[in-house]
């Protein structure tokens, strides 16, 4: 069974940085991109940064480079470097990847449980 792990996540004043971590666990034969969402109070789940399998990052405009995406692939992991945080960056963090389980089988979406991140004023 797959799992997705994600820890980091803590309190910390407006300004600090974060880093946040996320590391597959159980048997995978490829695991393609992989991912950050976040999710505040009252809001719907958004993205955050994204990278493929390859390395190619992408990310949300609201980041404007305060936020490093980063994977180690022979670690099965993602990370979530967030610099200067504010307020508004406060939410429940959630891993994402496709992962392929099997030789035969196509890429699924799996999901962590979620870390939290509260950044106060």
């Known amino acids: 069974q797959v799992q997705l792990v994600e820890s980091g996540g803590g309190l910390v004043q407006a300004g600090g940085s974060l880093r946040l971590s996320c590391a597959i666990s159980?048997?995978?034969?490829?695991?393609?991109?992989m991912g950050w969402y976040r999710q505040a109070p009252g809001k719907q789940r958004e993205l955050v940064a994204s990278?493929?399998?390859?390395?190619?990052?992408a990310y949300a405009d609201f980041v404007k480079g305060r936020f490093t995406i980063s994977r180690d692939n022979a670690k099965r992991s993602v990370y979530l470097q967030m610099n200067s945080l504010n307020p508004e960056d406060t939410a429940v963090y959630y891993c994402?990847?496709?992962?392929?389980?099997?030789?035969?089988?196509?890429?699924?979406?799996?999901w962590g449980q979620g870390t939290q991140v509260t950044v106060s004023s």
């Open positions: 994402n990847a496709d992962i392929v389980t099997s030789y035969y089988g196509g890429y699924e979406n799996y």
């Open positions: 159980g048997s995978t034969f490829s695991v393609n991109g």
């Open positions: 990278m493929t399998a390859s390395g190619r990052p």
